[in-house]
Every structure is written in C-alpha cells, then in structure tokens.
T-cell receptor, first 115, second 117 residues
Framework: EPEVTQTPSHQVTQMGQEVILRCVPISNHLYFYWYRQILGQKVEFLVS????????KSEIFDDQFSVERPDGSNFTLKIRSTKLEDSAMYFC?????????????FGPGTRLLVL | AQTVTQSQPEMSVQEAETVTLSCTYD???????LFWYKQPPSRQMILVIR??????QNATENRFSVNFQKAAKSFSLKISDSQLGDTAMYFCAFMKLRPGGYNKLIFGAGTRLAVHP
C-alpha cells in the first residue's frame, strides 16, 4: 500500500541553524501539507501546497519557514534559523488521489529537537 | 473559526469491551468532513474513520463506528471488541471543504486510550 515517507526520523540541531525536513508524498497525490505537534499539544496546521505554490499558511508559518517541491517526488520544509520553540514533531501529509480526494495521509513524522 | 473539543483527556477500557470517545465541534459551515486519527506510541498519525457531513448514515470501519449528530455538532467514536493494539492517542479532526481540494485539518486536543488485558 502506498505511504508517505519522511526523513530523517529524528534531527537534533543547534539554535540558529537551518534544517530541511524531507517528505515523499504518495505518488499520485496533488496536495501536500505540513503539520507540527509540540510535545503534549495538539497537531497544528502549518502550510498547504498545490501546483507548486503555497495555497494556505498559518500564523505559525512565518518568514523563517519555506516549502519547496524541488523535483517530482520530494516535498521539503525548511526552517532557516531554528529557535528552541521549533522543537516538535513535524508531519507531512498528502491528499487527492482520484478516488479519495479529501483524506489526508500522514507520514511517520520527523522529531526535531533544537538545543 | 472552527474549533474541535475532546473533553476526555484519558480513557481506559478492558480488552474485548466497548469504549466511546467524545468529540464536539463548532462551525457555521454546512459542507465539511470529520475524521478520527489514531496516534500510537510510535507517533505515526493513522486514519481510523471519516464522515462526510452531507451523509446521514454513520460511517463504520470494522470495529470502529461513529455517532454523527450534525445538529448537535457531535462526532463520537465507538470502538467495539477493544484490542491491546488500540492503545493510542485518538484525535478528532474537522475539515471545511473548499473548491480546489487543499483543505486543512483542525485537530482536537486528543484522548489517550489505554486498553488493559
């Protein structure tokens, strides 16, 4: 069964460093999302991406964040200068296969720790 | 703005018993979807079940079923014949439908379910 994959599974970085989180969505999906979950809190929407551009972003998604689909398979989230409060689990999701347009399928997440 | 409320932070159930997790939501929209996602200790988010608001019939997936009360804005999840592998955090989520398909999920705070042998 097709699934969303994410790399790395864990990343530790120093405050102020740039990190890139990678996702490979399900191959025939058209819409891509990033969510984050700070430990013990609810899952929060960050950004949605369609047709090579951002379709919606939350107030969390400030100028330090960017997303890109550099090729036909990868979807990346970049944090330019990480802060302590960026420590969280980051989930990628994709949706819109021809038969199941509205359901979002999640990857296993990347646990980011900023020291 | 839409909100999703899960009023039970933790629940527990004996193996083979039935448990119901509550979820309420607030919206002025008429066209939306509702979802239950499961997050086991591995922290992967796994879709359990979904319900289209325009459908009156409650969704069912094997041992999982929902009680969707649109007027009351209530969307509870019933797990029958609970299994140890059902132990997880369960999130209720709301999705407003818009043209274009890029619809964000709004999650509740979650209910931690423990299934005991």
């Amino acid at each position: 069964e097709p699934e969303v994959t994410q790399t790395p599974s864990h990343q530790v970085t120093q405050m102020g460093q740039e990190v890139i989180l990678r996702c490979v969505p399900i191959s025939n999906h058209l819409y891509f999302y990033w969510y984050r979950q700070i430990l013990g809190q609810k899952v929060e929407f960050l950004v949605s991406f369609y047709n090579n551009e951002i379709s919606e972003k939350s107030e969390i998604f400030d100028d330090q964040f960017s997303v890109e689909r550099p090729d036909g398979s990868n979807f990346t989230l970049k944090i330019r200068s990480t802060k302590l409060e960026d420590s969280a689990m980051y989930f990628c999701a994709s949706s819109a296969s021809p038969s199941d347009e509205e359901t979002q399928y999640f990857g296993p997440g990347t646990r980011l720790l900023v020291l | 703005a839409q909100t999703v409320t899960q009023s039970q932070p933790e629940m527990s159930v004996q193996e083979a018993e039935t448990v119901t997790l509550s979820c309420t939501y607030d919206t002025s929209e008429s066209n939306y979807y509702l979802f239950w996602y499961k997050q086991p200790p591995s922290r992967q988010m796994i879709l359990v079940i979904r319900q289209e608001a325009y459908k009156q019939q409650n969704a069912t997936e094997n041992r999982f079923s929902v009680n969707f009360q649109k007027a009351a804005k209530s969307f509870s999840l019933k797990i029958s014949d609970s299994q140890l592998g059902d132990t997880a955090m369960y999130f209720c989520a709301f999705m407003k439908l818009r043209p274009g398909g890029y619809n964000k999920l709004i999650f509740g705070a979650g209910t931690r379910l423990a299934v005991h042998p």
